[in-house]
């Protein structure tokens, strides 16, 4: 079949056919493998949830045990990984270093046995384990400290919170930040999974199409997203800037980071779990004054672009968690690699099930039989 319309940023057309995730943007509904979004935040743990995206069940419980166990394991990156990402620019975003790291991986493992179900899970364990570590790892180098090694009595998410602030973290912050991840994880058909689908369609290694969706997530339309609304929340400063911040953006169409999505065109249920896990963080560590600006934003877009669909994505409350964690902020789109990476991996699998390598078509509008000119004779 010819598909001859174009569809800028194939809006609207299916790439692949996926059971891993489903998102009703007009209902808000998103769901894992079938199981709501809701629940799944309320019930499971981030390395459950990863485990049912990628294999496609839960997990029965010796089998999250031994998951767990494996994962908890595998935490420590290679000491020639460690030593490469001391060579990194400190200045560099985290997000360079994560691809470059990610994609550094691959070259100790460098044997594809892509149809074998234990280098499928090794390739899992070995990236669900080393991607936090790697993003840890740099954030204390960057600032001259050595890494903090991984500990064994910690659990994913706790584990992650202490390599980064090299303390133990309070459980409550710990339950929250793996809920965030649970949040994160997978959400169908966006600019990194297709990126990471595309990769394994290749048949390259998983630390290739993992450094690709890495890549592809940096950017501020997709999950750079978080970083720019802290920075919008910082730049309005109060809660009567807000109105007057809002009417100056429309009139100069600047879109507000953290606001609307391609398929959800009602608030993103995601948003709402955050919104009430921020509120969960304030009530335990002290208000936060951006809260209030977020949720007047909310209100004055609602009022004013609400018809248009645009409500707050996952990236707009996310931010605000992070930050209340003292988490820096260029490291919050490396956070949602942590996640994403599950989604990923799940999608990678997938692909490889029934695998056709992408190559679209294209439209050509340029000239043709151009002659060539000369170099002396070019303007
Ligand atoms: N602020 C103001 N107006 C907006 C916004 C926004 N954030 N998003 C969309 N609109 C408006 C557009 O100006 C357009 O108006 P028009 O019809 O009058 O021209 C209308 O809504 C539709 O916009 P599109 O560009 O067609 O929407 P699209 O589906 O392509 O965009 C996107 C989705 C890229 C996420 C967009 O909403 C945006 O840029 N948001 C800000 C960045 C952001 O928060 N990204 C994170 C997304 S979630 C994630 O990746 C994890």
Redesign the pocket.
Known sequence: MMVCEFKP?L?GIPAAQSSISNVDGQNGILEYRGIRIEELAEKSTFLETAYLLIWGELPNKEELEAFEHEVHSHRRIKYRIRDMMKCFPESGHPMDALQASAAALGLFYSRRDLHNPIYIRDAVVRLLANIPTMVAAFQLMRKGNDPVRPCDDLDYSANFLYMLNEKEPDPLLARIFDVCLILQAE?TM?ASTFSARVTASTLTDPYAVVASAVGTLGG????G?NEEVIQMLEEIGSVENVRPYIDDSLQR?V????????VYKVKDPRATILQSLVEQLFAKFGHDKYYDIAQEMERVIEEK?GH?G?YP???FYSGLVYRKMGIPTDLFTPIFAISRVAGWLAHWKEQLEENRIFRPTQIYNGRHDHPYTPIEQRA
Do not use: S, T
Request: avoid cysteine.
């Open positions: 940023g809006e959400h966006n501020p339309l997709h999950g997203a169409n879109r507000f980071m953290g606001f609307g999505h391609r672009l248009k645009i994505n996952v990236d």
